[in-house]
């Protein structure tokens, strides 16, 4: 005779959450109806998870954000990418999302934050990534030690954007680069046909070289003031294996970036190499 599974229990689901990030979509360990069960889930594992990241970051001073209006910060750091990938018509709608869209994660909202996300999986990452700005130990072996994650048109980012000193990295503009195929043009005022859903047509397969594509060129554009200069810069930025993401071909990203130092819109380039696949070969996109 075939032995059933046990049970699971709220402590043991509690206790796989903190570890893995993983929730049983059932919610079997809870009782009542379907909303009741959800609701109990929530408020037991996100207050566990609120918990364990106070316990882990104990001790440890976050250092103060700097004295920086974060809306006029982050417009400054896309509006040059904002303004190469969009007509002019829609620039203004695009670039008002944009500069409201950065998170900051600090000790001052972190609790509130992860109270309320909807995906539990999402908290946890976030978690980590508040863990990881703090240098403290992460939930689990597996979690991802990450300093910015994308969802629909909010970047949240760790405070060590501050304290970045890799003259090519730009978290803000790399998490705002996610934005683009999470975001539909719908939800931002711009009109939308059957052909143009998205803010931007963005293979699936390329959209993480698509944001570091677009980050490393836009640290190019800045001191970059000729042709001749964001060509040797992109040079530069393409010597040393510099994305430690497994995720994308680091080779592809210094090849794309060189493209674009070269071209009169970089921007473009940068979209042109990551559309799929059936616009990249001259057919109607998807």
């Known amino acids: 005779m075939l032995g059933t599974a046990a049970q699971p229990t709220i402590d043991g689901e509690i206790e796989r959450y903190l570890r893995t990030g993983e929730t049983d979509p059932y919610l079997a360990a809870w009782s009542g109806g379907v909303l009741e069960r959800a609701h109990r889930a929530h408020r037991d594992l996100r207050c ?24 006029s910060l982050t417009r400054s750091r896309v509006e040059p990418m904002a303004r190469g990938l969009f007509a002019r018509a829609e620039q203004e709608a695009v670039l008002a999302m944009l500069e409201r869209s950065v998170v900051f994660l600090t000790s001052a909202n972190i609790e509130r934050i992860l109270m309320d996300k909807s ?3 999402s908290a946890w990452t976030l978690a980590n990534l508040y863990l990881a700005s703090l240098g403290a130990k992460l939930l689990g072996k597996e979690a991802p030690s990450i300093v910015g994650l994308s969802e629909e048109t909010t970047c949240y980012v760790s405070p060590a954007y ?19 195929h999470n975001c539909k043009r719908a939800t931002i005022g711009l009109r939308e046909t059957r052909k143009k859903v998205w803010l931007l047509d963005i293979d699936y397969s390329k959209r993480e070289t698509f944001a570091y594509s677009c980050e490393a060129y836009s640290r190019i554009l800045q001191p970059g003031k000729t042709p001749a200069e964001r060509r040797a810069l992109a040079a530069e930025y393409g ?5 430690p993401d497994e995720r994308v071909n680091a080779e592809e990203v210094a090849d794309i970036v060189a493209a674009a130092a070269g071209a009169r819109n970089g921007w473009k380039t940068i979209l042109a190499r990551c559309a799929p696949r059936l616009s990249r070969t001259g057919a109607t996109a998807r």
């Open 48 to 71: 566990a998870l609120i918990d364990e990241v106070k316990r882990l970051g104990e001790g440890i001073t976050q250092a103060p954000l700097p004295a920086a209006n974060t809306v």
């Open 119 to 121: 995906f539990d999986s």
């Open 162 to 180: 501050f304290t970045e000193h890799d003259p090519f990295a730009d978290f803000v503009v790399h998490e705002a680069a996610h934005i683009f």
């Open 239 to 243: 010597r040393p294996a510099r994305i």
